[in-house]
T-cell receptor, first 115, second 114 residues
Framework: DTAVSQTPKYLVTQMGNDKSIKCEQN?????MYWYKQDSKKFLKIMFSYNNKELIINETVPNRFSPKSPDKAHLNLHINSLELGDSAVYFC??????????????FGSGTRLTVV | AQSVTQLGSHVSVSEGALVLLRCNYS??????LFWYVQYPNQGLQLLLKYTSAATLVKGINGFEAEFKKSETSFHLTKPSAHMSDAAEYFCAVSERQAGTALIFGKGTTLSVSS
């Protein structure tokens, strides 16, 4: 069973379109995240949700809107796609485990290409 | 704000040689520290993490890292490199609080030659 699953794995779309990426985790974690990895491999946090509540909202264009229908799902909707949105988007989840440490689990990523 | 700096965007070693990837963190309090590996066109895999237990942390695939508070460092090492170790390596930091995001360094590309 996949712990953090993202769909689709690849997404090619034209400029100006609206698209969504879905993420689901079956780990029972309370917090979920979206990261963007650019062409230089740099990973940057975009959003985080804790129990469906927005916790982190970094400087991201408002064309990006996260939605969390329940604590196991965090979707990312992108309006009016631009060439610069091309990147790999990673979903992740975390939980403070009993040993007092954190487990962050990442999905396999969605490669978005805007043409 | 917390941050990590990975010294050296590219590291090249010969097969069998020591691997040393450097990471320094900036934090007002001791954070949690992580090393992740990313193979080409794949996701992120956790190598090891420091969460205030032993300062020498052993991870998967023969990697280990030592937390040195005095040097604010968490360097990753492996005694003998394998060709299969060629990948992108990321150091990351988080606060000691549930629900805080991982902050990543810019990554180090490890190349291994035969």
């Amino acid at each position: 069973d996949t712990a953090v699953s993202q769909t689709p794995k690849y997404l090619v779309t034209q400029m100006g379109n609206d698209k969504s990426i879905k993420c689901e985790q079956n780990l029972g974690h309370d917090t979920m995240y979206w990261y963007k990895q650019d062409s230089k491999k740099f990973l940057k946090i975009m959003f985080s949700y804790n129990n469906k509540e927005l916790i982190i909202n970094e400087t991201v264009p408002n064309r990006f809107s996260p939605k969390s229908p329940d604590k196991a799902h965090l979707n990312l909707h992108i309006n009016s796609l631009e060439l610069g949105d091309s990147a790999v988007y990673f979903c992740a989840s975390s939980q403070d485990d009993r040993e007092g440490s954190y487990g962050y689990t990442f999905g396999s990523g969605t490669r978005l290409t805007v043409v | 704000a917390q941050s990590v700096t990975q010294l050296g965007s590219h590291v090249s070693v010969s097969e069998g040689a020591l691997v040393l990837l450097r990471c320094n963190y900036s934090s007002s309090v001791p954070p949690y520290l992580f090393w992740y590996v990313q193979y080409p066109n794949q996701g992120l895999q956790l190598l090891l993490k420091y969460t205030s237990a032993a300062t020498l942390v052993k991870g998967i695939n023969g990697f280990e890292a030592e937390f040195k508070k005095s040097e604010t460092s968490f360097h990753l090492t492996k005694p003998s490199a394998h060709m299969s170790d060629a990948a992108e390596y990321f150091c990351a930091v988080s606060e000691r609080q549930a629900g805080t995001a991982l902050i990543f360094g810019k990554g180090t590309t490890l190349s291994v030659s035969s």
